[in-house]
């Protein structure tokens, strides 16, 4: 059995570069370059009746906006088939560096079935999200701030691009669309079993935008494993232009 695996991962190796030979420009490289110059006034203890420990607290930010730099491509399979590849790494523009692959990066197949991709990849949850705000979560402004809470952090766990996942999309049906998405229980141990599902149901026509979309984290909390936590959220969002 391992023999054969073996020998089939070297043929794929070994095919992989005259594949990719075939198209002239099967690759892409892009981009976004995005900084702010800001005012920041933050006032007040964080706790109800508090006393502010930083009245005085205005102050100039230099922040970046989300600045990345990719790579993707395309392969024609035939019958209507593609494969498809993105490695997308942030660039922090305002104090330097950034992680390779750190945001959307994947590899899939499309087709008139629609997309299936496995990587790193942003949740349907976070997807249907990013209707809410026409900055599209470039801003200090950013709604989704405020589903976090005290419990965690002020963090929004269903915020989030999930690691370890595989994604299905949806082909676009008169205007309705939706993904799904599976994690599997790779971070397992002795005691939790941690898993995620997530999904978004979209439609768009005309001047109206509406989404709905669901996730659950089992033995998570705060993306971090704990025995016999689950978390549940629920999205209804919509636009008019």
């Known amino acids: 059995m391992n023999k054969k695996l073996i020998a089939l991962a070297v043929a794929g190796v070994t095919l992989a570069p005259a594949v990719m030979a075939q198209t002239a420009n099967p690759v892409t490289l892009y981009g976004r ?40 491509g395309t392969e024609d399979l035939g019958g209507g088939l593609k494969a498809f590849f993105q490695v997308e790494s942030a660039v922090l523009l305002n104090t330097g560096g950034g992680t390779f692959a750190s945001r959307n990066s994947a590899v899939g197949l499309q087709g008139g079935f629609g997309s299936i991709l496995i990587g790193r990849w942003d949740t349907p949850f976070k997807t249907a999200a990013l ?15 405020l589903l976090g809470t005290a419990a965690i952090g002020g963090l929004n766990p269903f915020n989030r691009r999930q690691d ?72 209804l969002v919509g636009t008019v232009k």
């Open 33 to 72: 370059i995005y900084a702010t110059l800001n005012t920041v006034n933050a006032n007040g203890s964080g706790v109800p009746g508090g006393v502010d420990t930083q009245p005085i607290s205005r102050r100039g930010v230099v922040q970046d906006g989300n600045s990345h730099i990719g790579v993707r």
């Open 131 to 145: 209707l809410n705000d026409p900055t599209g979560q470039l801003t200090l402004a950013d709604p989704t701030a």
């Open 164 to 235: 370890n996942s595989v994604q299905y999309w949806t082909p676009n049906i008169n205007g309705f669309t939706g993904r799904f998405l599976y994690s599997p229980n790779q971070g397992k141990t002795a005691t939790a079993n941690p898993t995620t599902l997530g999904l978004n149901a979209q439609y768009a026509g005309g001047p109206v935008t509406l989404a709905y979309a669901y996730e659950v984290h089992k033995d998570q909390v705060n993306n971090t494993i704990t025995a016999g936590a689950k978390e549940k959220g629920h999205e």
